[in-house]
């Protein structure tokens, strides 16, 4: 069997990536990856050196001094650019409504899907639940599970909603949907790629949608 076991998530924004598939592998006891965070890393990073997220070419040459690392641990982990915590800054709205700029540059992707991949590959627990947009398709389309996590987007704003309180809805809402509109320009994760299984969270509550996922790993590992 290939270690670590790779579980793949991907999903829209306040789908419940990142929420569910934290849970799972603390059930598990697999390891978790968010890989939005490096993006919004590499978001607050260009910023903090002046360059406009926009001009892909500056944004380009931050990689260089991108010293990124993030921890695995389903129960806590950290967010570190060089020796700065970046832990909650990179969730400011302000950082959010500018990483898809970052996101789309194609020698982003690439310097990230490596580091991604690196993550993967030292991850010391039996598996990892990675989550994203592109793992079920470019980070890790060998995966062993390999899951579209979905919910109706007017679902996915009031989640959202509900967790930003002291944040106008509507302008939340409106910023979620202008960021997957940009996302989706970039990687498909609307539609299931083949062999990806769909779970689609609209009716589940947050434990059952994590019932729904595990039931997918098991089914997997029991073949
Ligand atoms: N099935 C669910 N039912 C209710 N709330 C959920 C469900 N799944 C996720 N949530 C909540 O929705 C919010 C957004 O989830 P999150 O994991 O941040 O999404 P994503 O990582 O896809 O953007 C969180 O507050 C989370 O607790
Ligand atoms: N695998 C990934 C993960 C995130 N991203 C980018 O990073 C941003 C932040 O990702 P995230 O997972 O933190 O976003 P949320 O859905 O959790 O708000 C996304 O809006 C994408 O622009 C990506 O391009 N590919």
Known sequence: MQFPFVVAVDGPAGSGKSSVSKAVARRLGYGFLDT??????LAWHAEAGGVEPEDAASVISCLASFDYRIGTDPAGYRVHVGATDVTDAIRDPQISSVVSLVARVPEVRTHLIELFRSIIAAEQRPGIVVEGRDITTVVAPDAPVRIL????????????????????AGKTGEQLRARDR????????????????????TELDFEQTVDAVIAVVESVSAE
């Open 182 to 201: 940009a996302d989706s320009k970039v990687v498909d994760f609307t539609n299931a790629a083949e062999g990806v299984t769909v779970v689609d969270s």
């Open 36 to 41: 939005g965070a490096a993006y919004r890393a």
């Open 149 to 168: 996590l979905t919910a109706s987007e007017e679902v996915r704003m009031s989640r959202r909603a509900a967790e930003l309180t002291g944040h106008d």
